[in-house]
């Protein structure tokens, strides 16, 4: 099975959305872009935002690095910002609003199944 990384990257984040709904997730939003970039999804549990970044990969492309190593300090960085603007945007900074950071991995093998790992509040 081959696809294009950019329609292996929006299929992982279909599976990351369908895996965070049945997890009992509202997904508040999806590809929120900026000028400074984007994050994948935003979703909230239990009064928690989750600025959620997937990372999809495949067996080639996973020899050395499984997806979720993509998330460097560099991009957490960004991601933390990202969240913030959001957050301000929406004029939801003024209260006591509790966010996070996730990174979900999708890995399709050659068959097209897939295997999710959910990485919750992320720091680096």
């Not at 965070?20 to 994050?39: C, H, M, P, Q, S």
Request: hydrophobic content about 35%; glycine content about 8%; overall charge negative.
């Amino acid at each position: 099975m081959t696809i294009e990384t950019k329609d292996l990257g929006n299929a992982g984040e279909e599976i990351a959305e369908e895996y965070l709904i049945r997890g009992g997730y509202a997904v508040l939003d999806r590809n929120y872009r900026t000028k400074i970039g984007e994050i994948d999804i935003i979703a909230q549990k239990n009064g928690i935002i989750c600025f959620v970044e997937v990372k999809t990969g495949t067996p080639k492309s996973t020899v050395y690095f499984l997806p979720e190593f993509h998330v460097d300090h560099r991009k957490f960085s960004k991601l933390k910002k990202l969240g913030e603007l959001y957050l301000l945007e929406r004029d939801l900074n003024k209260i006591d609003q509790k966010w996070r950071i996730d990174v979900i991995s999708v890995i399709f093998d050659e068959y097209g199944n897939h295997k999710i790992n959910h990485f919750e509040n992320v720091i680096l």
